[in-house]
């Protein structure tokens, strides 16, 4: 199915992660589940503080619709990189999805506290990640109504 | 399909909902969904922070796993409820998704900017109506993890109080 933005183009999503292997395993997810998403990838908290504010090689970037965070990122973490955007009353209203590999309650609360959308941990097993990858997609890209930029 | 077995008791969800009918399709596509949930409905936006804060009659009302909060209410509207529940530090981390009928782009930036989990309209088709509660199970009580239901920020251990939760002195 496809699916395309309210003005007639693709999605953009930022995928903040610093694993390449993850980084490939969610590009052929979404590759599977939708072609009309734009998948920009940030590998730290600063290149996607960066990317969102569009400094130095990201001036032209777009504003996502929707954000993927890793929690554990070199540089800067996901926990500060969450706490700047919802401070950020234009950055604000982009949902957060937190996608890590943990679990631990003390994450998952701070997490909520720190106002992210939702939180997902991320399933070792390859066929479980691509499904959870497909329902981000059907949740969030095609079920909900995005705040629009602006 | 192989149903995981779980031992976690069902999760709490509180819909807030002024509309009977929509009362009564929430928990019937629930229960079509088999979702393994207990709902409390709150009907206006007073009874909605009564519940969430334990006044009476809601004296031991669960804390909820996840909200669903409607826009339009009775006493307080959606929107105050939704202000409340997001400048509280204790309140502020539990999942609230609009389901709302209103699908006005002024509804949906300010609900975003209130700090709403997320937004969703609601469908006029029964069938559609449906199937996006079914969505709601899928994504929000099956791949999700919602703050546990344990957890109030008032209620973490004192540290500095020197007893620990069984009150024995710590030496």
Known sequence: MKTIGRDGSAIEVLLVEDSPGD???????????????????????????????????????????LILLDLNLPRMDGREVLAHIKEDAGLKTIPTVILTTSDAEVDIVKSYQLQANCYLTKPVQLDAFESLVKSINDFWLEKLRLAQSG | MNVPERKSPPKEVLLVEDNPGDVRLTLEAFREANASIHLSVAYDGVEVMEFLTNKPPYL????????????????????????????????????????????????????????????????????????????????????????????????????????????????
């Open chain 1, 23 to 65: 980084v490939r395993l969610t590009q052929e997810a979404f590759r599977e589940a939708n072609v009309a998403i734009h998948l920009h990838v940030a590998v730290d908290g600063v290149e996607a503080m960066a990317f969102l504010s569009r400094k130095g090689i990201h001036v032209r970037a777009p504003r996502p619709d």
């Open chain 2, 60 to 171: 031991d009302a669960p804390r909820p796993g996840i909200i669903l909060l409607d826009l339009h209410l009775p006493r307080m509207d959606g929107r105050e409820v939704l202000t409340k529940i997001k400048q509280d530090q204790s309140l502020r981390s539990i999942p609230t998704v609009i389901l709302s009928t209103s699908d006005s782009h002024d509804d949906v930036a300010k609900s975003y900017l209130l700090q709403a989990n997320c937004y969703l309209t609601k469908p006029g088709k029964l069938e559609e109506f449906e199937s996006l509660v079914k969505a709601i199970y899928d994504f929000w009580l099956t791949a999700v993890q919602l703050p546990p239901p344990t957890w109030h920020s008032n209620r973490q251990p004192q540290e500095a109080s020197g007893t620990d939760l069984l009150g024995e002195r710590k030496t």
